[in-house]
């Protein structure tokens, strides 16, 4: 089983759709959490940290459940320039910094 | 932006050769990892360094070695080149065990 598990998609919505991706992690012992957006060929870019009480920014809200070991992401009103490659992070349970990322998630929102 | 330099940018090499790429910081971070990136399997983890000369193991590290000789410069090595390491090689720096990290360009190495 991967350390950090993703649905790749894609999530195909219409512009002003909600849609929410989760993100599986193994480990119970992980500390912390992240949501970054890659853009075709670029690199990935931190969204934002995902807290144990929920973390809100803007029209982006993520949120931790430790019990179930899952991490989502959830965008409200959803623009066009939201189409993207949406990547979990997990750090380990050591202090060696270990980071990994899920397969990531394609979003695409059509007009 | 973080500083982080990746180099090179683009690289093609032939299948046998030794290529390294260089990873350089100008944010005096403790922590560095490579990852490599292909279509389907998203960023995978080859190695990282929680300090000089201290380097551990990723998912993927078969092939590849690292090395830390100092705070702003990690090397990945790939002492024989093979086309399955064809890919989009990605640096990341993080300033501590339990933060975010922030990335580098990336380098394309082809390998024909």
């Known amino acids: 089983r991967k350390e950090v598990e993703q649905d790749p998609g894609p999530f195909n919505v219409p512009e002003g759709a909600t849609v929410a991706f989760n993100c599986t992690y193994s480990?119970?012992?992980?500390?912390?959490f992240f949501w970054y957006r890659q853009d075709c060929r670029k690199e990935p870019k931190l969204l934002m940290s995902?807290?144990?009480s929920g973390n809100e920014d803007g029209r982006f809200t993520a949120q931790l459940n430790r019990a179930s070991q899952y991490i989502s992401l959830l965008i409200r009103d959803s623009k066009l320039s939201d189409s993207a490659t949406y990547l979990c992070?997990?750090?380990?349970?050591?202090?060696?910094?270990?980071?990994?990322f899920g397969q990531g998630t394609t979003l695409q929102v059509k007009p | 932006d973080a500083g982080i330099t990746q180099s090179p940018r683009h690289k093609v090499t032939e299948t046998g050769t030794p290529v390294t790429l260089r990873c350089h910081q100008t944010?005096?971070?403790?922590?560095m990892y490579w990852y490599r990136q292909d279509p389907g399997h998203g960023l995978r983890l080859i190695h990282y360094?929680?300090?000089?000369?201290?380097?551990d193991k990723g998912e993927v590290s078969d092939g590849y070695s690292v090395s830390r000789s100092k705070t702003e410069d990690f090397l990945l090595t790939l002492e024989s080149a093979t086309s399955s390491q064809t890919s989009v090689y990605f640096c990341?720096?993080?300033?501590?065990?339990?933060?975010?990290?922030?990335f580098g360009q990336g380098t394309r190495l082809t390998v024909v």
């Open positions: 990341a720096i993080s300033d501590r065990a339990e933060t975010e990290a922030f």
């Open positions: 480990n119970s012992a992980s500390q912390s």
């Open positions: 995902v807290y144990s």
């Open positions: 992070a997990v750090h380990g349970s050591s202090n060696t910094g270990k980071l990994i």
């Open positions: 944010e005096n971070h403790r922590y």
């Open positions: 360094s929680y300090g000089v000369k201290d380097t």
